[in-house]
């Protein structure tokens, strides 16, 4: 594809209830990150996979957090029990092995 | 553990001025160094990089070296234009090896006037 995609690109929900986010690397890369951008804590790194392995995880900041890749290509991030400190913007990104991160256009979350 | 520091923003100039954006960072082994741009309501997207020490980046009329004695990695241009009002975010990952997440510096915004 043109570009790292991800989706929704608002979601808007309640304290309590789950949510799913949505990212498409570009075609080929088969590594791929997801990051939170907050104003409080800036940017940070939540998890890697390569292909449909998570060999670092450690920036899920709590096991409401986890996610998934398929296929070796779209990754899901889901976050359960939805808390207000989970607001923020989540990017992801992708990368050939090795090589520059693409970042997508991120999706906002908003836990009220 | 590996960090970026970089001038706190915001930074206003006048169209057509110098740009100067600090960046220092600390890191063991041999980093990467990145500056990464978030227009208004835009993704982040690679401006520049350095993989090796005394590396020069450059893109769009920006620069930056990467500076192994100084630990340094400062954003540069020689006349900024309105359309580069934005975020600016230094970077680095640990090296080449893949899954290597980038950590980030807390962002400068500039903010260009006509």
């Known amino acids: 594809g043109a570009g790292v995609s991800q989706s929704p690109s608002n979601k808007v929900t309640e304290k309590g209830k789950d949510v799913e986010l949505r990212c498409d690397p570009i075609?080929?890369?088969?590594?791929l990150y997801w990051y939170r951008q907050s104003l409080g804590q800036g940017l940070e790194f939540l998890i890697y996979f390569q292909g449909n392995s998570a060999p670092d995880k450690s920036g899920l900041p709590s096991d409401r957090f986890s996610a998934e890749r398929t296929g070796g290509s779209v990754s899901t991030l889901t976050i359960q029990r939805t808390q207000q400190e989970d607001s923020a913007v989540y990017l992801c990104?992708?990368?050939?092995?090795?090589?520059?991160?693409?970042f997508g256009p991120g999706t906002r979350l908003t836990v009220l | 553990g590996d960090s970026v520091t970089q001038m706190e923003g915001p930074v206003t100039l006048s169209e057509e001025a110098f740009l100067t954006i600090n960046c220092t960072y600390t890191?063991?082994?041999?980093?990467?160094l990145f500056w990464y741009v978030q227009y208004p309501g835009e993704g982040l997207q690679l401006l520049l990089k350095?993989?090796?020490?005394?590396d020069k980046g450059s893109n769009k009329g920006f620069e930056a070296t990467y500076r192994k004695e100084t630990t340094s990695f400062h954003l540069e241009k020689g006349s900024v234009q309105v359309s580069d009002s934005a975020v600016y975010f230094c970077a680095l990952s640990g090296g080449n090896q893949a899954g290597t997440a980038l950590i980030f510096g807390k962002g400068t915004t500039l903010s260009v006037s006509s």
């Open positions: 350095a993989t090796k020490a005394d």
């Open positions: 990104a992708s990368s050939r092995r090795g090589d520059t991160q693409y």
């Open positions: 075609s080929g890369h088969t590594a």
């Open positions: 890191a063991t082994g041999y980093p990467s």
